[in-house]
């Protein structure tokens, strides 16, 4: 079973919708999280960055943690298909054992005007 | 344009071969990692390098190897090349050793091996 778990889709929803994309984890040393948007053929983009549990807002992007059921999810409001990606996952911790971010294996968006 | 610059950005070789991949981590940045990217794997951890000193290592293999030089740019050697190291290799960079605030990943360089 590997460490961080994430549907890989795609999921295709029409302009406009709300997208809820999520990643759930095993280890529970995990304090930072992390979101990245990878367009075909780029490197990932970071996007949204929390710390614990608790709700970060960016604009259009909500990041949500909640450690105790070691789940993460990221929200896009008004969905555009500029959005179309491969969204990513990534966390990390000091007690992790690790010393580089571990990552999900993406879900891909598609937004359908 | 991240400030991650990684050359060549696509490489064709033959099996046996041994390659050269290079990144340049952003201004100020110390620290660099390398990841591999498979259509089945994902994003694997390769090794990290912090201020010319080797960090971490992941899932790298022997016949990989890598270094980060005084002017902080990175190489990664990849040698004995194999059909299943086909993928996409990724530089990113940090301004510390730790991962804990993320980083910046170049575009990538994407290595075709025939």
């Known amino acids: 079973q590997k460490e961080v778990e994430q549907d890989p889709g795609p999921l295709s929803v029409p302009e406009g919708a709300i997208v809820s994309l999520n990643c759930t984890y095993s280890?529970?040393?995990?304090?930072?999280f992390m979101w990245y948007r990878q367009y075909s053929r780029k490197g990932p983009e970071l996007l949204m960055y929390?710390?614990?549990?608790g709700n970060k807002e960016d604009g259009r992007f909500t990041a949500q943690v909640d450690k105790s059921s070691k789940y993460i999810s990221l929200f896009i409001r008004d969905s555009q298909p500029s959005d179309s990606a491969t969204y990513l996952c990534?966390?990390?911790?000091?007690?992790?054992?690790?010393?580089?971010?571990?990552f999900g294996s993406g879900t891909r968006l598609q937004v359908q005007p | 344009d991240s400030g991650v610059t990684q050359t060549p950005k696509h490489l064709i070789t033959a099996t046996g071969q041994r390659v050269t991949l290079r990144c340049s981590p952003r201004s100020g940045d110390l620290s660099v990692y390398w990841y591999q990217q498979s259509l089945d794997q994902g994003l694997q951890f390769l090794i990290q390098y912090y201020n010319g000193e080797e960090r971490a290592k992941g899932n790298i293999l022997e016949r990989f190897s890598a270094q980060q030089f005084p002017d902080l740019h990175s190489e990664l050697n990849l040698s004995s090349l194999e059909l299943g190291d086909s993928a996409l290799y990724f530089c990113?960079?940090?301004?510390?050793?730790?991962?804990?605030?993320?980083?910046?990943f170049g575009s990538g360089t994407r290595l075709t091996v025939v």
């Open positions: 990534a966390m990390s911790g000091e007690d992790t054992g690790r010393r580089a971010l571990t």
């Open positions: 280890n529970s040393a995990f304090q930072y």
């Open positions: 929390t710390y614990s549990s």
């Open positions: 990113a960079s940090s301004v510390t050793g730790e991962p804990n605030y993320g980083y910046t």
